[in-house]
């Protein structure tokens, strides 16, 4: 292999490498978001689904749901009426999100809106308790009078129990009224309350992405336009963000998920606050007027679209703008004066056809007069090649859009022979996003898919290519991110969950060697003087990081015997003595991670000697190979 150090031939944006978030598999509600109460508010669309009665006999008491819409404008419309005709022990249990994962002494927070009946003054028990109901903790409180107000006590837990729920118990006779019940862990990520599960926002962390694209992905379509993602509704106090099914509630077979539903407890206010505490870029995308295609299709009329521009226009006050500003002033009450420094924004999840285009033209208008700094991100739809992706490729080209986004979940085979994709892609226009992408080892989402060594491989391959083609390829993103292992409606996934743990998958390893190893400048590899890729299964990409002057090869073997590697790094002065090989490997295609191992695929590190401007060393079979060395 020969590298010419002196010879840049492009920058790699900040960027490139980075993070697709969508509340998919349990991703956000069940997830990341560490709310551990299901329907807290009874605003599923089965008031009660979650919740089961605790009673001894009939005549204990009872539980009235109360739907107030008719009186009030709020969005969360009701409350539970426990009502106890006994000296103890009537009232009800949350299931959680397929059970609550508990840690011993750890403490929980517990909270609710409640007021007491007329006459009443009726204290409450709170529990943690096991499925069998054997106490891990408990706590009482007393509701003090008749108007709303919050209560919140804490709990430490005895044991660990995956599958713990919480019980609320009136102690004597009563009524009282119950809402926003709700629990979580004090260990969030950085202790916040209404905050995200500290594990999972910390492999986000660790792979120090370059940006943060949220909310999806098709719930941000929505089946119906009715049920699309709309920001606005996720912002300001967590009680007045109306409950939303889920686009990914489904009812096929292997991925029924009836009790999937959005809280936006996790709303686009935290969504930015993520992604400044990963030191990512915000990119967050809107419905541009069109529902799923995939389901209804539903489109709004063109004369009827001002209302999603609107939302459009007003996400970027809400993130840049001042704190006088309408928009700007409502995240400073949230707790962000300062700006979040948007600089992307995508217009459309997935759609294709003339409809996304004639939608496209009238937001790109609204947004680049007031905005005309912001980069759009355009879609090209579900298809990485065929008569749809080639029209809207084309159109978008010729509209000078900003920046392209492509997906693609293919077969391993075309992650490594679609690697030159971009070699030849237009140098001048549109930059491209790869905004979803994952190999498919058995078929697209299929349940069987597997998060196997064969599939991360093929995807190391394939990102070499898009690096080599940095120049044009600007971000990049493996989707979905998140799965919970009882929850899931799309394999494969980057990071699997339970209610305890969470781990990475060989393809999360794959993406975080290239996110953490990424240099500022592109500079050629060749082998035998021509392009590596595809050579004898090879695939490299090279870079220098002006920033901490190293040179950074990435070289992938795909196949099944060890190769040679002996790199001449030409361009730089004398290069002499020890640089690092990070290295995954796995003779076994099949190779997987999981909740038992873990750790069973990971990369290692080793020093390796650099003498007289060379590198030798053995690529083995099936690797993933990063080398750096200093370069002056
Ligand atoms: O990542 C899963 C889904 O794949 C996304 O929601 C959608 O954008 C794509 O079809």
Request: with cysteine; net charge neutral; aromatic share 10%.
């Amino acid at each position: 292999f020969t590298v010419k150090a002196d010879k840049i031939y492009g920058e790699i944006a900040p960027t490139m490498y980075g993070v697709f978030f969508e509340d998919i598999n349990l991703g956000a509600d069940g997830g990341i978001y560490a709310e551990l109460v299901k329907n807290r508010s009874f605003e599923f669309d089965t008031p009660m689904m979650g919740w089961v009665e605790q009673k001894q006999n009939n005549d204990q008491g009872s539980l009235l749901v109360i739907n107030q819409s008719s009186v009030v404008s709020s969005p969360n419309r009701r409350y539970l009426r426990l009502t106890s005709k006994a000296d103890a022990g009537y009232g009800l249990l949350n299931e959680g999100f397929r059970g609550m994962g508990i840690k011993k002494g750890e403490q929980y927070n517990f909270s609710v809106l409640a007021r007491q009946g007329a006459g009443s003054s009726m204290p409450l028990v709170v529990e943690l308790v096991t499925a069998k109901g054997e106490k891990l903790g408990s706590a009482t409180f007393t509701p003090a009078g008749q108007e709303w107000k919050k209560y919140e006590v804490s709990l430490t837990a005895t044991d660990t129990d995956p599958k713990a729920r919480l019980r609320v118990l009136a102690q004597g006779k009563g009524a009282v009224d119950l809402d926003m019940v709700s629990l979580f862990p004090k260990n969030t990520w950085k202790q916040r309350p209404n905050g995200l599960r500290a594990d999972m926002v910390q492999l986000l962390a660790d792979m120090k992405p370059g940006f943060l694209r949220f909310p999806g992905g098709c719930i941000v379509e929505g089946r119906t336009l009715d049920e699309r993602f709309q920001w606005k509704k996720t912002i300001g106090a967590v009680e007045n963000r109306a409950t939303l099914v889920n686009r990914w509630n489904t009812e096929f077979k292997h991925r029924h998920t009836p009790d999937y539903f959005q809280t936006f407890g996790l709303g686009f206010f935290e969504y930015f606050q993520l992604a400044e505490d990963i030191g990512a870029a915000p990119l967050p995308i809107l419905n541009c007027g069109m529902a799923c295609q995939f389901n209804t299709g539903e489109v709004v009329p063109l004369d009827q679209l001002d209302p999603y521009i609107q939302d459009a226009l007003d996400l970027v006050e809400f993130a840049n703008g001042p704190v006088t500003s309408e928009w700007g002033k409502i995240r400073a009450e949230m707790g962000h004066p300062a700006p979040f420094n948007l600089k992307y924004l995508g217009v459309g999840n997935e759609q294709w056809g003339e409809q996304y285009v004639e939608r496209y033209k009238i937001f790109e208008k609204a947004l680049r007069s007031k905005y005309p700094d912001l980069k759009l991100i355009t879609t090209t739809g579900p298809f990485p090649d065929g008569p749809e992706f080639d029209y809207l490729n084309k159109t978008m080209r010729s509209l000078n859009a900003d920046i392209i986004d492509e997906h693609y979940y293919r077969a391993p085979e075309w992650f490594q022979e679609n690697a030159t994709r971009y070699d030849n892609y237009d140098r001048k226009g549109p930059k491209i996003f790869a905004g979803e992408y994952a190999s498919q080892t058995v078929a697209i989402a299929s349940p069987d898919n597997k998060n196997n060594w064969k599939g991360a491989l093929a995807e190391a391959a394939f990102m070499t290519g898009l690096e080599r083609n940095a120049d044009v390829v600007a971000m990049a993103s493996y989707a979905p991110l998140f799965a919970h292992e009882e929850g899931w409606q799309w394999t494969p996934d980057m990071i699997w969950v339970n209610n305890l743990q969470s781990f990475g998958t060989p393809n999360y390893y794959v993406q975080k060697l290239f996110s953490t190893n990424v240099g500022t400048h592109l500079v050629p590899i060749q082998r035998n003087n021509a392009n590596v890729t595809g050579q004898d299964n090879l695939f490299a990409s090279a870079s220098i990081n002006q920033k901490t002057n190293e040179l950074i090869l990435k070289v992938v073997n795909t196949s099944g015997k060890a190769q040679d590697g002996e790199f001449v790094l030409e361009g730089v002065k004398s290069v002499q003595g020890k640089g690092t090989l990070q290295k995954m490997r796995s003779s076994n295609l099949e190779q997987m991670n999981s909740f038992k191992e873990p750790m069973a695929l990971t990369p290692v590190q080793q020093s390796i000697s650099v003498k007289n401007n060379r590198v030798k060393l053995s690529l083995e079979p099936y690797s993933v190979n990063i080398i750096k060395v200093k370069a002056s």
